[in-house]
């Protein structure tokens, strides 16, 4: 576990305030399932904070987030990981703030924690007990191990270690750890604005050599994503950027559907260098189907945005191509999302099952919308099997699977999963972990 002189600075500056605002950050994370600067931007707004409070508050539940582990592991020996949300949210701010300074006493939390820890709570973070807790887990098998000290969900280390070997695993996760933030410019003659931009706000700016509307920014402080106008430059991961150009690799013309559309950062990209003459944005959800009016502002092609399950959609004509970005369990953006390390922490085989059977339905009526030999992106942002390869063998509809056209150093690189499925993996590729692959209708 990496800490640093910033993260003992930092925990030294914490007040009551900032204390109750990251362990509300944490909270709202788990209970509504969103992402930390989600959280962060909704939490921001109910309390009245300076600027330095804010970022100090995003700071401290970030690293609270990445050091939830053993937190989790010490709560759990002592029958307490049923405590209200609120509780076991401040106990792991509290956990990380004692970790990261040495001078960070129990007596300094009990001054700033409020009503939110009991004196029960922090008998269990004594330096002596979270030492004897650390050698406790270093005796455990190598996949729970994993887990609590890197704190990643131990079903997602299980998956990693299936599939790399116990010598890859520890820099696979290690990965995760290491934001990673990709700018799309949707117009390439404003890239030294936003480079000027981004740099000016704490980012290093890496221009990318596959696709020259792409660039890196590695952050180099611990602060949320500035805006960026929509009209000149989205957030938009090169995973997700790889998939689309791998389906205009396959030349697709006419009237294309996106059957889990919202927020539409692929159609948006897929209008903006295709050929695409009109564009259906299917999304179950009316409120993350709004989103996309935003996202397609800068586009080129006609389009309608519709409320319906992408599993039962239907047209009355077969269209020429189709997206299914199904969703899933999002375990491939953990690096750039560190709020995943806790909503994934329970994510277990039976929730993996229920998810494949949605994605497998949504690509199903893919297949029955779109005429005999169209293409059909299928991708999730996910490390598991069952997200990507086990859904495309779960597929009744007769279909093949492509080989796209991928750029040269790409292609030697990427992860080939089987014939026509492609993996991308943080410590190989800077990207989310991502499964994509382009299959199509065989002629009847």
Not at 239 to 255: D, F, K, T, Y
Not at 363 to 385: D, E, H, M, Q
Request: charged residues 25%.
């Amino acid at each position: 576990m990496n800490l640093t002189s910033q993260d003992e600075e930092n925990s030294e500056l914490t007040t009551p305030l900032v204390f109750r605002v990251a362990t509300r950050i944490i909270e709202k994370i788990a209970s509504h399932h969103i992402s930390l600067d989600s959280s962060f931007q909704e939490t921001i707004n109910e309390f009245k904070l300076s600027p330095g409070e804010q970022r100090l508050a995003y700071f401290i539940s970030k690293k609270a987030l990445e050091h939830i582990g053993i937190p989790i592991y010490i709560l759990q020996k002592n029958k307490k990981e049923t405590l209200p949300l609120r509780r076991r949210a401040a106990f792991y701010v509290a956990f990380y703030l004692v970790f990261s300074s040495s001078s960070f006493t129990l007596e300094k939390i009990r001054a700033i924690r409020g009503g939110l820890l009991s004196d029960s709570l922090l008998t269990l973070l004594t330096s002596r007990n979270i030492d004897n807790v650390l050698e406790e887990i270093k005796g455990l098998p190598i996949s729970l191990r994993l887990a609590y000290l890197e704190s990643i969900p131990p079903l997602l280390v299980e998956s990693l270690l299936l599939r790399f070997g116990e010598r890859e695993v520890e820099g696979a996760i290690k990965s995760f750890k290491n934001r990673q933030v990709w700018v799309r410019l949707n117009r390439e003659d404003k890239r030294e604005w936003v480079e000027e931009y981004l740099e000016g706000r704490g980012f290093r700016i890496i221009r990318d050599k596959d696709y020259s509307y792409l660039l890196e920014a590695i952050p180099l402080k611990e602060n949320p994503l500035p805006p960026l106008p929509p009209d000149v430059a989205v957030y938009q991961n090169k995973a997700s950027v790889i998939a689309v150009e791998a389906l205009l690799s396959m030349n697709p013309r006419g009237i294309m559907v996106d059957l889990a559309a919202a927020p539409c950062m692929k159609a948006s990209l897929l209008c903006l260098r295709g050929k695409t003459e009109y564009l259906l944005l299917v999304d179950v959800s009316e409120k993350r189907a709004r989103t996309c009016t935003e996202t397609m502002k800068p586009s080129r092609c006609m389009y309608d945005i519709l409320n319906s399950d992408g599993r039962i959609f239907g047209c009355s004509k077969s269209l020429d191509a189709a997206i299914v970005d199904a969703p899933c369990t999002n375990s491939g953006a953990l690096p750039r999302d560190p709020g995943l390390r806790l909503a994934l922490w329970e994510l277990d085989k039976k929730d993996l099952e229920e998810m494949k059977a949605v994605q497998s339905a949504i690509l199903t009526n893919a297949l029955k919308l779109v005429r005999p030999g169209a293409p059909i992106l299928y991708s999730t942002c996910s490390v598991f099997t069952e997200e990507g390869e086990d859904v495309l063998h779960t597929l009744k509809t007769p279909h093949v699977l492509n080989e796209p056209f991928l750029p040269p150093r790409l292609k030697k690189t990427i992860y080939e999963s089987c014939r026509g499925c492609y993996r991308l993996f943080p410590h190989i590729h800077h990207t989310d972990g991502f499964f994509f692959s382009i299959l199509s209708k065989k002629e009847e």
